[in-house]
């Protein structure tokens, strides 16, 4: 199966990363691999862009800070069905649509990323910045991705019975002070 998402070159990509992200120093390693599960996901998933969905479902699996901010029990496992079952049955409605929410400012959107998740991404790199100039993490990504309440992420969360304010303030807490 021939990939619907989008890829470039390096020269095409302008000097930026191949592994979507644009931000160079400010997404480290710990980043990219979270977007290149999310990628692979969505090719799986069938979908044309990688979502704030499928950014928390790579987190969940490949970042254990991210995954304790949600913490253990009943809900993290209905998250995780939720996630899973996004591609037979839950989350099919989305395959033929963009998330963008239309209330975060329009950022350069990154190769096969939609809106909101180049917003994430650029928001998490932004409060790395802002923390010290270190490398976004993992938690960076968690706050990022549930500040929109139009997010496919919070729409799982939602689902799931997780309130996303609460995690967006234990993420930021985690992740350390943001000024």
Same mark, same amino acid.
């Given at each position: 199966m021939?990939?619907?998402? $989008?890829?470039?070159? !390096?020269?095409?990509?302008?000097g930026?990363?191949?592994?979507? =992200?644009?931000h160079?120093a400010? #997404?480290?390693?710990?980043? +990219?691999?979270?977007?290149?599960? !999310?990628r692979?996901?969505a /090719?799986r998933?069938?979908?044309?862009? /990688?979502? =704030?969905a499928?950014?928390l479902h790579?987190?969940?699996?490949?970042? $254990?800070e991210?995954r *304790? /901010?949600?913490?253990?029990?009943?809900?993290?496992? %209905?998250?995780?069905?939720?996630?899973?079952? %996004?591609?037979?049955?839950y989350g099919? %409605?989305?395959?033929?649509t963009?998330?963008?929410?239309g209330?975060? @400012?329009?950022?350069?959107?990154? !190769?096969g990323?939609?809106p909101?998740? !180049? *917003?994430a991404?650029?928001? &998490?790199?932004?409060? +790395?910045a802002?923390?010290g100039?270190?490398?976004a %993490?993992?938690?960076?990504l968690?706050? &990022?991705?549930?500040?929109? @309440?139009q997010?496919? #992420?919070?729409?799982?969360?939602?689902? +799931?019975g997780?309130?996303?304010?609460?995690?967006?303030?234990? &993420?930021?807490?985690q &992740?350390?002070p943001?000024?």
């Amino acid at each position: 199966m021939q990939s619907r998402i $989008p890829r470039q070159s !390096a020269g095409e990509q302008g000097g930026r990363r191949p592994d979507g =992200t644009g931000h160079g120093a400010r #997404a480290g390693a710990e980043l +990219a691999s979270v977007v290149s599960a !999310a990628r692979r996901r969505a /090719v799986r998933d069938g979908d044309r862009h /990688v979502d =704030t969905a499928h950014l928390l479902h790579s987190l969940l699996e490949c970042d $254990p800070e991210a995954r *304790a /901010v949600l913490g253990e029990g009943p809900h993290l496992a %209905r998250l995780l069905g939720y996630l899973v079952q %996004r591609s037979i049955g839950y989350g099919l %409605r989305w395959q033929s649509t963009v998330e963008d929410s239309g209330a975060v @400012p329009v950022v350069a959107e990154a !190769a096969g990323l939609s809106p909101l998740a !180049a *917003a994430a991404m650029e928001y &998490a790199g932004e409060r +790395a910045a802002r923390r010290g100039g270190g490398r976004a %993490r993992g938690v960076d990504l968690l706050a &990022a991705i549930v500040v929109d @309440p139009q997010a496919r #992420a919070v729409e799982v969360l939602d689902r +799931a019975g997780i309130d996303p304010r609460a995690v967006f303030a234990r &993420a930021a807490e985690q &992740a350390g002070p943001n000024p």
